[in-house]
């Protein structure tokens, strides 16, 4: 039996509140952004970060465990692309950087609610199928 599909939300968000939101994760600083969070247990991750995370913990562990490490390196260390990874968060609900297809339609209309006011810019929704997702490059050998 073929398994549900999952999302995970992104929110784009102006390069002052993306400031804030990088040290506040429960955007107690946005009180509307910060209701709608409460409402689902969830939180924000800068996308930023966690690709720095990622390249820590692949340099602690070793790099050949982590099939994504050359090129996740790359991205964080190609000064244009840092502002664009700085300001999207990743929507976390219950820990989890994806969800079911109920919980994700559901925030995903509370957070667009939200958008083209306060410095939230956008919000996406993408699923778990590789086909409807850009890949990373295969890796040179």
Request: glycine share 4%; net charge negative; charged share 25%.
């Amino acid at each position: 039996m073929a398994q549900a599909r999952q999302y995970q939300l992104r929110m784009k968000v102006s390069a002052e509140l993306a400031v804030i939101l990088r040290g506040d994760p429960a955007a107690n600083a946005h009180a509307a952004l910060h209701d709608v969070l409460c409402g689902y247990d969830a939180t924000l991750k800068c996308q930023y970060d966690a690709f720095a995370d990622y390249v820590s913990e692949a340099e602690k562990m070793g790099v050949e465990k982590y099939p994504l490490y050359e090129w996740t390196r790359a991205t964080i260390k190609t000064p244009a692309k840092k502002p664009r990874y700085l300001q999207s968060f990743t929507v976390y609900v219950d820990g989890e950087e994806i969800y079911d297809g109920d919980v994700a339609d559901a925030l995903h209309e509370a957070l667009s609610a939200l958008a083209g006011a306060d410095g939230i810019v956008s919000v996406m929704k993408f699923d778990t199928n590789p086909a409807n997702n850009p890949q990373p490059p295969a890796r040179e050998r």
